[in-house]
């Protein structure tokens, strides 16, 4: 069984400019969340998604986004990138509505200069 | 507020020795936790829940409600214990809160 898949692996941007990243979750899983992760900052929430309908939300600004699909694959989209953005992005998904337990992707690099 | 803390950004210890990585967590309902882990150049992986009471590569935890904490240990470390480890909340709604990691070097 193919695991989380994330593209694009890396992604350079410069300030101002909007980005989309997607995510394949495991065949048959329905349920996608998206995570930034920073040194020192660990894993921060972003949003969560389950049949195509976003389930939970974290405390980012609005320039970020995303949805999914009904074959479950989901995309994150982040306007007017700011310096801050430079992070790896993880997508998980799970089973069920239960989440319990994660399986993540390999995450992508995104750089904004 | 749900949170989840991990007071070390950093633990070294021998090979051989005793580890514990520390996590205390926030939450006014009753907590489901989690130990996910990250090897070098591998993916966020799970490593035990709190549920199941498992022993997984040598590593237990249990939760105390009263300390509000769920630390991971092992009694003899080995070097390929080293990676990063996150401790992690299942709050409301099903929504996960994860730590900030600790990273364990264990030296031979």
């Known amino acids: 069984k193919a695991g989380v898949t994330q593209t694009p692996r890396y992604l350079i941007k410069t300030r101002g400019q909007q980005v989309t990243l997607s995510c394949s979750p495991i065949s048959g899983h329905r349920s996608v969340s998206w995570y930034q992760q920073t040194p020192g900052q660990g894993l921060q929430f972003l949003f969560e998604y389950f049949s195509e309908t976003q389930r939970n939300k974290g405390n980012f600004p609005g320039r970020f986004s995303g949805r999914q699909f009904s074959n479950s694959r989901s995309e994150m989209n982040v306007s007017t990138l700011e310096l801050g953005d430079s992070a790896l992005y993880l997508c998980?998904?799970?089973?069920?509505?239960?989440?319990?337990?994660?399986?993540f992707g390999s995450g992508t690099q995104l750089s904004v200069l | 507020a749900q949170r989840v803390t991990q007071p070390e950004k950093l633990l070294s210890v021998f090979k051989g020795a005793p580890v514990e990585l520390k996590c205390n967590y926030s939450y006014s309902g009753s907590p489901e936790l989690f130990w996910y882990v990250q090897y070098s150049r591998q993916r966020l992986q799970l490593l035990l829940r709190h549920i199941s009471r498992e022993s997984i590569k040598g590593f237990t935890a249990d939760l105390n409600k009263g300390e509000t904490s769920f630390h991971l240990k092992k009694p003899f470390a080995q070097e390929e214990d080293s990676a990063m480890y996150y401790c992690?909340?299942?709050?409301?709604?099903?929504?996960?809160?994860f730590g900030s990691g600790t990273k364990l070097n264990v030296k031979p």
């Open positions: 998980a998904s799970s089973l069920g509505a239960s989440n319990e337990k994660l399986f």
């Open positions: 992690a909340l299942r709050g409301d709604f099903n929504k996960f809160y």
